[in-house]
């Protein structure tokens, strides 16, 4: 039995207000586009998430939601601070204690830790553009089994441009 991984960066966030903060940053209008594009790839994909852990950044929720949306996610969507410039060692410890109900987990954060934990569990280094979704494969039956020798197999990174 194995588990899936989605991982997902933000989509493109706006930089107009120097007043917010960067956590406080929303969605510039290609990111409000580019985001239910993916999450409408991912229905088509069959690859609809059991499960949606996001960062609380502002661009990052908005992503998750709109990817939620459109792909016709119907669970809660997990927040955690810890998400918010992680590396991907708090990305594995997050994951770990996701409940073993859930088959395939996507998680929307933010680079330059998305882009390590891709390599980290693929061997592959791929360069992590604004909602960029890898697919990974993990040879686990329990997330707690997930570690930083745990080798996934990259099965697809989709690119908004390229889709």
């Known amino acids: 039995m194995t588990k899936t991984l989605l991982i997902m960066r933000h989509a493109k966030s706006d930089w107009d207000n120097s007043k917010?903060?960067?956590?406080?940053?929303?969605?510039?209008?290609?990111g409000k586009q580019d985001a239910p594009h993916m999450?409408?790839?991912?229905?088509?994909?069959?690859?609809?998430?059991?499960?949606?852990?996001?960062?609380?950044?502002?661009?990052?929720?908005?992503?998750?939601?709109l990817v939620a949306l459109a792909c016709d996610y119907d669970g809660e969507l997990v927040t955690t601070n810890s998400f918010y410039h992680a590396d991907p060692a708090t990305y594995l410890e997050v994951l770990q204690g996701v409940d073993d109900q859930y088959k395939r987990v996507m998680i929307v954060g933010h680079n330059p830790g998305m882009e390590e934990l891709l390599a980290d569990l693929t061997g592959q280094a791929e360069h992590f553009t604004t909602?960029?979704?890898?697919?990974?494969?993990?040879?686990?039956?329990s997330w707690s089994q997930l570690?930083?020798?745990?080798?996934?197999?990259p099965l697809n990174l989709w690119r908004?441009?390229?889709?």
Do not use: M, Q, Y
């Open 39 to 65: 999450g409408k790839l991912l229905k088509k994909e069959e690859l609809t998430p059991d499960l949606i852990i996001t960062s609380t950044a502002e661009r990052a929720l908005a992503t998750a939601e």
């Open 20 to 30: 917010l903060s960067d956590h406080e940053r929303p969605l510039n209008k290609r």
């Open 131 to 141: 909602a960029n979704i890898a697919h990974v494969e993990l040879p686990i039956n």
């Open 147 to 153: 570690n930083e020798d745990t080798t996934g197999k």
């Open 160 to 163: 908004p441009k390229e889709v």
